[in-house]
């Protein structure tokens, strides 16, 4: 995939994420429901760890500045980055390769065990008690619900749409640049 499509594919992604999340969602202090990892992991499949962690940092501080919902806090900007690293490590698909449906439901599982355990439930619930000044285990109680809940989302929806979008992606993004014959 050429360098130019990689720009104006993060750049779609970027737009979407910032959509989704900031416009919709379900937010309250504690708790937000969102289709926002859809960009995150769709950039992580098709374009890597480090595409995936600068468009979900760039997401986070982008939608905070422009959109926000209180004030910002450079914590949330570190998790999301971090959540955009560990899917790109796990989901990354290298052009052409081919990864079976099994593996590639255990590496989603993996990730989002990864993901909504560590850092949606362990790191954020430590950013929600620096602002809120809650108890920690009372946060941490009312995020697990939430993330447990959006486990099997999260799975069902991205493979569904890695599987409808695979032929359209290898049609147009991996495949070979043709050369104009005219230059």
């Known amino acids: 995939m050429s360098k130019l499509k990689k720009v104006i594919l993060s750049g779609i992604l970027l737009a979407l994420l910032i959509v989704l999340n900031r416009f919709i969602s379900i937010k309250t202090p504690l708790l937000v429901i969102s289709f926002s990892f859809v960009p995150i992991m769709m950039a992580a499949i098709w374009l890597g760890p480090k595409y995936s962690t600068l468009i979900a940092a760039l997401g986070d501080f982008i939608g905070a500045i422009l959109f926000p919902f209180g004030t910002y806090f ?26 079976s449906n099994k593996k590639f439901i255990i590496k989603l599982i993996i990730s989002n065990l ?39 989302i999260r799975i069902i929806t991205i493979f569904f749409l890695e599987k409808i979008t695979r032929p359209i992606v290898n049609r147009y993004l991996y495949e070979e640049e043709v050369e104009d014959p005219e230059k």
């Open 74 to 99: 450079p914590g949330f900007t570190v998790s999301a980055g971090l959540s955009g690293l560990i899917y790109g490590i796990f989901l990354y698909k290298k052009p052409g390769e081919e990864i």
């Open 114 to 152: 990864l993901v909504l355990g560590v850092v949606e439930i362990f790191i954020v619930s430590i950013w929600l008690n620096i602002l809120y000044g809650k108890a920690y285990l009372v946060v941490v109680a009312s995020r697990v619900v939430a993330q447990v809940v959006m486990f099997p």
